[in-house]
């Protein structure tokens, strides 16, 4: 009697997940990244599947379209991570995914400061990886990344040599995949902020207690804009975190003051230490308040400026938020336009995905005109290149910013 042991397959034989018969699949195959639950069979097996289960997705007639990964606790229960329904999700594949990423950024900076991995864009869904040097601040906004998280720091530190890893796992993106928000240190050493060069100026970055990663590295292309604008004046920036447009305008382009506001007192020490790191603190202001009620009292003290910048948060960060958004964006408008000297700049920005450009301009130019102001826009930018839109992913391309000329 043959006593030989059956081969052993290494690889477990992986779950199937498949489309209702009238979900659409061309979607999927046109390159939509994610299927929501109410495009999927969500039996008890598949309702039963650990959150960030690596699964094959199939349509209704059982044809494989790709490997996924699940979370039957989110809305999107599965995120497109290979169009390959045989991929391997090992550590070879993550380490291709950061190479591809890493020779793009490259080619577009000579310092490493960057967001080198921009979630769907880049073939991570839900992982967003910036870079401040050597140090690296990954937001695994997904449960497949949080389960895969230590061979995903491993593949980062080999293919990009950095020495500090931070989870960063607080915000709203965590909580809606049923995740638990904590931010910690996983390898290496932290013994401040951060310094990060860019647009001729020095941004200091909390990468441990700050917003997000702790920089915003989307509006460094829009900095250099205003930047250019801001030869010799004064400039009020609304909401500048750390300094963003502030810092840019003073150092890269030659501002002759600038007020920063913004509610956040640790935010504006370190945009403080910025202005001294860049050498232009004689010229930098601070407050902090509110700001509808800075603007509001900034009109009544008749305070004027030559370029004025509002970059808020998401004033509409869902579907169900965007009418009272657009609300706020028209009154961030309205505040902003009435400090503004004739002939000078407004730059109003909005990072809400629910907001389509579209919409976000028509609530700009209400405001403006409700102002009593005349204005010409002359620049409409977005993130940076750093931060590549999915073209089957409206939320991918969340930046817009609009730079208005007031002539009257």
Known sequence: MDQTPPPHDSAPVRPVVRLRPK???RAIRRGAPWVFDNELVIDRRTGNLPPGTIATLEDAERTPLGTVAVNPLSKIVCRMLDRDPDAVIDSAWLTARLEQALSHRARLYPEPFYRLIHAEADGLPG???DRFGDVAVIQPNAAWAD???EPLVDALIRVTGVTTVVKNATGRARTLEGLDEETCLLRGTVDGPVPVVM????????VLGGQKTGLFLDQRPNHTFVAALSKDARMLDMFSHVGGFALAALAGGGA??????????PALELATAGAVASGVADRFETRRGDAFDV????AEEGARFDVVVCDPPAFAPNKPALEAGLRAYERIARLGAVLVEPGGYLVLCSCSHAVDLSRFRGSCLSGIGRAGRRAQLIHTGFAGADHPQLPQLAESGYLKVLVFRLVA
Do not use: E, P, R
């Open 295 to 298: 603007l509001a009292a900034l």
């Open 256 to 265: 002759a003051h600038v007020l920063a506001v913004d509610g956040s007192a």
């Open 23 to 25: 979900s659409d699949a």
């Open 147 to 149: 389960v895969m998280l």
């Open 199 to 206: 647009n001729g100026a020095t941004y200091m970055a909390d």
């Open 127 to 129: 992982v967003v990886i």
